[in-house]
Nanobody, 130 residues
Framework: VQLQASGGGLVQAGGYLRLSCAASVRAFGSYGVGWFRQAPGKEREFVAAIRWNGVTTYYANAVKGRFAISRDNAANTVDLQMKMLNPEDAAVYYC????????????????????????WGQGTLVTVSS
């Protein structure tokens, strides 16, 4: 599985960016996909995740209501729309994928943990100017 993250860039505070994760894999619809971010000097943190069906989603509290994750299984892509960006959102954003095998009642905790993802993209840089 190869993942390619794109869409990062420089944006002013309050602005908008759309990140995209393109996957080179058969049966992409059987994978859960997450976005994580890592700012300089900080640990990688969970941002959002989406289950195979595109319906079940999870968000970090810091981005809830501002970010939206979606997927197109036919196109093998997962997007992260980010609005009302602030300087605390600046980081390298990574997409990650894992076979979606977890029951729904376990999904929230499972997909928030970076250690549970088998495949990672190279990251795309988001810079937010104040």
């Amino acid at each position: 599985v190869q993942l390619q993250a794109s869409g990062g860039g420089l944006v002013q505070a309050g602005g908008y960016l759309r990140l995209s994760c393109a996957a080179s894999v058969r049966a992409f619809g059987s994978y859960g996909v997450g976005w994580f971010r890592q700012a300089p000097g900080k640990e990688r943190e969970f941002v959002a995740a989406i289950r195979w069906n595109g319906v079940t989603t999870y968000y970090a509290n810091a981005v809830k209501g501002r970010f939206a994750i979606s997927r197109d299984n036919a196109a093998n892509t997962v997007d992260l729309q980010m609005k009302m960006l602030n300087p605390e959102d600046a980081a390298v954003y990574y997409c990650a994928a894992d076979r979606d095998r977890v029951p729904d009642y376990d999904g929230s905790s499972y997909y928030r943990a970076a250690m549970n993802y088998d495949y990672w993209g190279q990251g795309t840089l988001v810079t937010v100017s104040s």
